[in-house]
Antibody, heavy 121, light 113 residues
Framework: QVQLVESGGGVVQPGRSLRLSCEAS????????MHWVRQAPGEGLEWVAL????????HYADSVKGRFTISRDSSKNTVFLQMNSLRDEDTAVYYC??????????????WGQGTLVTVSS | DIVMTQSPLSLPVTLGQPASISCRSS???????????LNWFQQRPGQSPRRLIY???KRDSGVPDRFSGSGSGTDFTLKISRVEAEDVGVYYC??????????FGQGTKVEIK
């Protein structure tokens, strides 16, 4: 069955870095772009980043541009989110989600369970 | 960026009764290919989001037929024909026409009266 398993969350001080991972299984990873979407405690959903199915292109929300980097390792069926210069407002559950490469809208059609990142001194 | 506005933000419903959620976009969501990329997600308490509806009215696999989507241009609606206990949660609309960024509505919390 399709699975997306996030890891790497935790408590980190402002200004420090953290790297999230999302391991995919149960589908052909190379056919899917991968999103990261976050949800602050008690709040709604905010799109963070997307990497294309072949890694050739990436997109970022303005709120994280220049601080976060999305990448993928097809040999490991894993997508990463490198988060630098973390701020209090980055505190959230981070979800990875897949988007079929032939979908014009690149809409997330399956989500992982999420990993919690807490930025606090 | 496209702004998605949902109403109401809270929706108490009696079991077995219908429910309706509105979503409006700040610009038309009709893409150059003629399709409209408006989606609905359900997030049950303590769970990750699940896509219910894509392209306004197409149900994802396994989604009960009591869920239906409609609308066009900038105005869209998610309807639940008869609310069941398992439908409790927060519902989000999301546009995939004008990206990046992909943008979500604020969410509508459905609860049982």
């Amino acid at each position: 069955q399709v699975q997306l398993v996030e890891s790497g969350g935790g408590v980190v001080q402002p200004g420090r870095s953290l790297r999230l991972s999302c391991e995919a299984s149960g589908f052909t990873f190379s056919n899917y772009g991968m999103h990261w979407v976050r949800q602050a405690p008690g709040e709604g959903l905010e799109w963070v980043a997307l990497i294309w199915y072949d890694g050739s292109n990436t997109h970022y929300a303005d709120s994280v541009k220049g601080r976060f980097t999305i990448s993928r390792d097809s040999s490991k069926n894993t997508v990463f989110l490198q988060m630098n210069s973390l701020r209090d407002e980055d505190t959230a559950v981070y979800y990875c989600a897949r988007a079929y490469r032939m979908d014009t809208a690149m809409v997330p059609d399956f989500w992982g369970q999420g990993t919690l990142v807490t930025v606090s001194s | 960026d496209i702004v998605m506005t949902q109403s109401p933000l809270s929706l108490p419903v009696t079991l077995g009764q219908p429910a309706s959620i509105s979503c409006r976009s700040s610009q038309s969501l009709v893409y150059s290919d003629g399709n409209t990329y408006l989606n609905w997600f359900q997030q049950r308490p303590g769970q990750s989001p699940r896509r219910l509806i894509y392209q306004v009215s197409k149900r994802d696999s396994g989604v009960p037929d009591r869920f239906s989507g409609s609308g066009s241009g900038t105005d869209f609606t998610l309807k639940i024909s008869r609310v069941e206990a398992e439908d409790v949660g927060v519902y989000y609309c999301m546009q995939g026409t004008h990206w990046p960024p992909w943008t979500f509505g604020q969410g509508t919390k459905v609860e049982i009266k």
